[in-house]
């Protein structure tokens, strides 16, 4: 289990986020235009893998075994080097246009001012120590791009981001539970995710067909998303029937995509020139909502004995999210 815990979870965790925003950030520079449908595209391939890696991995089980199956899927991930490694910046691509004659003199020109700028003497009241102090942060503030943090719609965007993608990633980890506990049998469940996923595929061709055709704006598709899953989930807990809750499970699975697909875009176009450090830092902010779900998780199902109050905490975060 401690072996298991370091690789899977920590390292694989960790490389699953170094990857990331090198990943949105070449699609970022790839995409002028049609970053949606471009996206949509991806996230149809991505859906599709995800629908088949379970068949493969029980045939797999089958026959060569739980270590066997270890090994090729370990042999699976070994693809992200070479993935890593087509991530070549788009300026290597991009032709040379010769500069004017014109262009070049204001750019001698402005070099020149730049070379006769003269320090201008500051004053400074506090100790040596505490200016040593504070220019160190400011040095970290400006690697890291800490001032993001100061401007509101970064703050807003960042934590409706968070909180939207750690309610669905929450949600879809904990539906087969829900399932189990409601007393429906295993092939009543199978057929019930079997429903969802294939509603989020046909969601996300959906998308990238309606994309391909109508600019739509990211942040728009993914407020739309958050919103009526809300309203979806709401209507998942008031029904118990079996046929009402395959309906609710395929609208909320044709829902998802609303939100996996535009989330990265979200942010490409809102700080188009900053978007490395902006993704970035919404990752880690994402991680830490992500811890303190667990616990508020925990508490609303040792407290009420229901797991359905665990879906209404979920679906908070996306109305949060929606305002």
């Given at each position: ?57 029980t ?52 070099n ?59 949600f ?88 996996q ?12 020139t ?20 667990g ?29």
């Open positions: 289990m401690l072996n298991l815990g370091n690789t899977r979870a920590f390292l694989a965790g960790m490389g699953f986020g170094l990857m990331m925003p090198a990943v949105f950030t070449a699609f970022n520079r790839y995409f002028d235009t049609r970053r949606n449908a471009a996206m949509a595209m991806a996230q149809v391939l991505v859906a599709a893998l995800n629908i088949s890696f379970p068949f493969l991995a045939l797999s089980m089958d026959t060569f075994g739980f270590r066997g199956t270890v090994a090729l899927i370990s042999a699976y991930g070994l693809h992200c080097f070479p993935a890593m490694l087509s991530l070549q910046p788009v300026e290597w691509y991009m032709k040379k246009e010769p500069l004017d004659a014109n262009s070049q003199m204001y750019q001698l020109s402005g020149n001012l730049e070379e006769n700028k003269e320090p201008v003497p500051t004053l400074c009241t506090s100790t040596r120590r505490d200016r040593k102090l504070l220019d160190a942060w400011k040095s970290v503030e400006k690697a890291l791009d800490l001032g993001l943090f100061k401007q509101p719609s970064f703050v807003n965007i960042v934590l409706g981001l968070s909180l939207s993608m750690t309610s669905d990633l929450a879809i980890s904990i539906f087969p539970l829900l399932l189990t506990t409601a007393g429906f049998s295993t092939d009543e469940l199978t057929l019930v995710m079997t429903t969802y996923f294939t509603a989020d595929l046909i969601s996300r061709i959906f998308v990238f067909l309606l994309t391909s055709r109508i600019d739509i704006s990211s942040r728009k598709l993914f407020l739309f998303g958050a919103l009526f899953s809300a309203i979806f989930r709401i209507l998942y807990v008031v029904g118990d029937s079996f046929w009402w809750i395959v309906v609710i499970s395929a609208v909320l699975g044709f829902l998802r995509s609303f939100i697909i535009p989330l990265p875009l979200v942010v490409a176009e809102a700080f188009p900053r978007f490395v450090t902006a993704f970035s830092l919404y990752m880690v902010v994402c991680g830490c909502v992500a811890l303190s779900f616990p508020l998780m925990s508490f609303a199902k040792q407290t009420t004995g229901r797991l359905d109050m665990v879906v209404h905490l979920l679906t908070l975060a996306h109305i949060l999210c929606a305002v």
